[in-house]
């Protein structure tokens, strides 16, 4: 029987539309037995591989892959070698992707699809860092999107440009750039999917809806650090969810951290 400590876990439920669970694991010895979920699972291996069955069917998800395993559909799941597997998981709502797409993924459940598992990584790496669920959101949109293309056995097509409607969501976010906004609210306000709302501003600003507030954010920082204030209270004040939050953002779009740029407004120089 597989020791405790051949197990290494982190489990979370982000406040993120459509997301159940995120689920980070690195397992050695330890082999699931059958068992089904009511989500679907998207699953991504870093290091070593997976073996399942899943429909009567043997799979496998060496690290190019992605698996999406499909809600009440039985599987199992065991590593393929003595070293185990690290794994990351995303548990989508079961009305994430339609029950009609159930039966295409249980007959292609492994996904070759560089362009996907990068996203998916994309995905996850928002998810570890607390305030940028927007970014979360706005990427698992587009995961979606690519998943449907699969199963549908489609390349998805494109959508025309919608100057108009990228205008509406700017205005916006100028309008909430401390509280923020989630897609599907700013969907719901505009009247279209959260999907074409994110692609029609990006092709109408260059630039994503979660990038274009950050700089909102970083640029309200900057005036109150010119102000005097302290790095702490202009995080909460610019919309960031922490000081380490700010300080992540400001040192990439302004090259030095907040303290330090505001040591700089007082005469001091930023130095090489």
Request: proline share 7%; hydrophobic share 35%; glycine share 10%.
């Amino acid at each position: 029987m597989a020791s405790e400590s051949s197990r290494i876990v982190s489990a979370w439920r982000p406040p993120v539309s459509g997301v159940v669970e995120v689920f980070h694991a690195r397992f050695t010895e330890y082999a699931y037995p059958m068992h089904v979920h009511d989500a679907w699972t998207l699953l991504i291996v870093d290091t070593g591989a997976v073996r399942y069955d899943l429909d009567r069917h043997e799979h496998g998800t060496p690290h190019d892959t992605v698996s999406l395993l499909p809600p009440h559909v039985p599987h199992n799941g065991s590593p393929v070698s003595p070293e185990g597997f690290r794994k990351r998981v995303l548990y989508l709502d079961g009305t994430y992707l339609g029950d009609e797409l159930i039966g295409a993924a249980v007959d292609r459940p492994d996904l070759r699809d560089p362009l996907l598992r990068r996203r998916v990584g994309q995905v996850h790496g928002a998810l570890l860092r607390s305030g940028d669920e927007l970014e979360a959101e706005s990427r698992l949109l587009f995961v979606g999107e690519r998943l449907r293309e699969h199963l549908r056995g489609g390349d998805g097509g494109s959508r025309p440009a919608d100057p108009a409607l990228a205008r509406r969501l700017r205005e916006l976010l100028d309008e909430r750039v401390v509280e923020g906004i989630a897609l599907r609210e700013a969907a719901s306000l505009t009247g279209s999917h959260p999907a074409h709302l994110v692609r029609a501003f990006s092709a109408a600003y260059g630039i994503a809806p979660h990038q274009y507030l950050t700089s909102l954010r970083v640029g309200r920082a900057r005036r109150l650090l010119l102000e005097g204030r302290s790095p702490g209270e202009v995080a909460v004040a610019a919309g960031f969810y922490d000081q380490s939050h700010l300080t992540r953002h400001f040192r990439r779009l302004v090259g030095v951290p907040p303290g330090r740029y505001r040591q700089g407004s007082r005469g001091r120089s930023f130095g090489s």
